[in-house]
């Protein structure tokens, strides 16, 4: 499994959640919500600490990493982050 993050992605990280040089951004499971994969799940984003790292991908000397215990949801999945143009919010594709 891999994290691809787009360019516009990224900028948006450090305007929206003014993600700084050395930090870590974390893509967590949440309970409720819609998701293409798992039924009643969705995916949530936070600025936050590793502390058991099941995948990771650093860009721009900020990691973006999901915990090895919510590996389960993306069921075999790559991530690919990038923005709704319209919406200006992060948009989820999951790639097999």
Do not use: C
Request: net charge negative; glycine share 6%; charged share 30%.
């Amino acid at each position: 499994m891999q994290i691809i993050i787009s360019n516009d992605a990224l900028d948006w990280f450090k305007k929206e959640m003014e993600v700084m040089h050395g930090e870590a951004v974390r893509f967590f499971v949440r309970y409720g919500g819609s998701s293409k994969l798992q039924p009643g799940f969705s995916l949530g984003v936070t600025k936050d600490q590793p502390r058991e790292i099941g995948v990771q991908l650093e860009r721009d000397h900020v990691v973006y990493f999901i915990e090895k215990n919510d590996i389960w949801y993306f069921d075999e999945h790559n991530l690919e982050v990038s923005v709704n143009d319209d919406l200006h919010e992060l948009e989820y594709s999951y790639i097999k």
